[in-house]
């Protein structure tokens, strides 16, 4: 019977060990959902605070471009008149507010309808399309130049009137625009004085949105800078007269050769003489071989010397003149094809100016080039005096025949005289003296031809009456 009790307790011991082992499982898989839960919380809770922090980065950007725009667009569109009236909106409205006095009270709220009302002013403007064209790059001083100002509408609504500021140079001029519709062309010429030598900056081109007190305003640049050369006054110098050299194909020297053009004299043969240059005449006459000896020729070399001292100078119209003798010669030297130098002093600080000389050689390539490059030349205290830049001339510029200087009326008849001393002996100086004051005239001084002249026109007629 024993046997049998225990064998019935057995089964019911099972379900009981069955029963503990689902709760464990259930427990077990509970636990586990439990922990894949919270994983998902703090997951979402970390790209919460991602998206969060990377808003608020958007956000701060935004708010920095915002303020730096506002920042740029009120230092550009408030005028120094329209600081004044901030400030008095600012300053004047709050201590009159405060302390109760009227006259503040009335100057604040003045200054504050100023600005509301220039406001509308700087509506509009860029729908505009701004084209600048100038005929000419290049013109002769003392003329005018018409430039053309076209101004379109290239939006689908009104423009209101608004104005357009052309830069000439330092000057400014002012061109009005009207009520322009859409697709509408606007035209204006404007007026660019060239009346003295220079380089004119025209532009660039701006238009303008301003309340008629100049409160606000508001300009945007357009076109591009168009530079107007207006080059030096110039006078048409014969050929044969340029630095009176007359022989084209050059200047014998006192070099003896054995074949060149200018004849020298008939010397006898010796041995290595080419067959072609015996004297067949000589020959006969003398009974032995006889040649040819020829000068040697060299092709003439000119060089004109700039004086840029002030101190050289009396006037300004006396440096014009200097430069426009300068390019008469240097034209007309360019047109029949010789070997031609511009030389002048370059631009030495004060401080080294003992130490260091420097020259400075203007484009010959044609004559253009050399009228630009005497279109931007100006006088100046710190160049060098007309005798160093002879004395470094001739070392730079080689093979020189004839020389040209060119000065004002304050040099004195002793440094014209020492001028020839500054070249080699057979260079040929001559020196152009501008004085308005004095009388057309030349004379010798030493070696030294001294042109003296008194309008430009003198230069042509002495130097053709020389020639002669």
């Not at 046997?3 to 503990?20: K, L, N, V």
Request: with cysteine; net charge positive.
């Amino acid at each position: 019977m024993s046997f049998h009790t225990e064998s019935r307790q057995s089964p019911t011991s099972r379900p009981a060990r069955r029963d503990t082992q689902t709760r464990s499982a259930t427990h077990t898989r509970y636990s586990a959902t439990h922990t894949n839960y919270s994983g998902r919380t703090s997951k979402s809770t970390t790209s919460t605070l991602v998206g969060a922090v990377v808003l608020w980065m958007k956000v701060a950007r935004a708010v920095r471009n915002g303020v730096r725009a506002s920042v740029e667009w009120i230092g550009e569109t408030v005028t120094p008149a329209g600081w004044v009236v901030v400030a008095a909106a600012i300053v004047l409205l709050p201590l009159g507010l405060v302390f109760g006095w009227t006259e503040l009270i009335v100057t604040g709220c003045v200054a504050v309808a100023l600005i509301l009302l220039s406001l509308p002013f700087l509506a509009g403007g860029r729908a505009y399309r701004v084209d600048f064209v100038l005929p000419a790059d290049r013109v002769v001083a003392g003329a005018e130049v018409l430039g053309t100002l076209t101004v379109t509408n290239v939006s689908k609504r009104l423009e209101l009137p608004g104005r357009v500021d052309v830069p000439i140079g330092k000057g400014l001029a002012d061109v009005y625009v009207p009520l322009l519709r859409s697709g509408q062309v606007h035209e204006e010429r404007v007026r660019v004085p060239a009346y003295r030598r220079g380089v004119i900056d025209v532009g660039p081109v701006t238009t303008v949105r301003s309340d008629p007190l100049g409160v606000l305003g508001r300009s945007r640049p357009w076109a591009d800078v168009n530079r107007l050369f207006v080059h030096p006054v110039t006078v048409s110098i014969p050929s044969t007269s340029a630095g009176f050299v007359r022989d084209l194909e050059g200047n014998p020297t006192s070099d003896i050769v054995d074949s060149d053009i200018s004849f020298h004299a008939i010397r006898e043969y010796a041995p290595g003489d080419g067959q072609r240059h015996i004297h067949w005449k000589s020959t006969a006459k003398t009974g032995q071989l006889m040649v040819r000896q020829f000068e040697e020729s060299r092709r003439s070399r000119l060089a004109i010397v700039l004086s840029l001292n002030a101190a050289e100078y009396a006037s300004e119209d006396e440096f014009e003149m200097a430069v426009s003798a300068t390019g008469s010669l240097g034209v007309r030297a360019i047109r029949d094809g010789r070997d031609l130098a511009v030389v002048a002093s370059a631009e030495i600080p004060g401080i080294v100016r003992r130490s260091i000389r420097s020259v400075r050689s203007l484009s010959v390539v044609s004559t253009r080039t050399l009228l630009d490059d005497l279109t931007a030349i100006a006088v100046s205290p710190h160049a060098m005096n007309v005798e160093d830049v002879c004395e470094l001339a001739s070392q730079v510029v080689p093979d020189i025949s004839i020389a040209f200087v060119v000065c004002g009326s304050t040099m004195t008849a002793r440094r014209l005289q020492a001028l020839t001393l500054k070249f080699a002996g057979n260079v040929q100086v001559v020196a152009v003296l501008c004085n308005p004051n004095e009388q057309p005239s030349f004379r010798d001084l030493a070696g030294t031809s001294v042109l003296t002249i008194g309008v430009l026109d003198d230069f042509r007629s002495l130097l053709s009456r020389r020639a002669a």
